[in-house]
């Protein structure tokens, strides 16, 4: 993965390449939400969700990795080792990564239905 074009300080650009590295894995309902404007917890939450607690666990060291491999860490991770719902957060854009009833039962896109939800499909393969 190169970073030549990539502005991976933006926090949309970030999300974005959050987003893509979640699609190549094969995550279920990607979201990517726009939330600057209604907290100051972060710019963007990004949604997905793993078919099982191993698939959530994979996507969240996908994203991990590849942006370690591009010199970005996470200023936390939460839920890893249990893979129900997985937090990781680059301060400006922060992943959440649910298992299937982790997902309903948290509903975090109802929560948060008041951002702007991006459209991503451009970004998806």
């Known amino acids: 993965m190169s970073t030549e074009n ?3 300080e933006n926090p949309r650009v970030l999300a974005e390449e959050i987003t893509k590295i979640l699609d190549s894995k094969k995550a279920n309902g990607l ?3 726009r939330i600057d404007d209604k907290t100051v917890l972060a710019d963007y939450f990004v949604i997905c969700g793993g078919n099982s607690n191993t698939q959530v666990r994979a996507l969240a060291g996908e994203v991990e990795e590849k942006l370690q491999e591009l010199g970005i860490t996470p200023h936390h991770i939460e839920g890893y080792n249990e893979a129900v719902w997985t937090v990781l957060d680059y301060c400006s854009v922060i992943v959440h990564i649910f ?3 982790a997902r309903d039962f948290y509903k975090l896109e109802k929560l948060w239905s008041d ?3 991006i459209d991503i499909s451009s970004l998806l393969v």
């Open 115 to 117: 951002a702007e939800d």
């Open 31 to 33: 979201k990517l939400l």
């Open 99 to 101: 298992n299937r009833e």
């Open 6 to 8: 990539k502005n991976l």
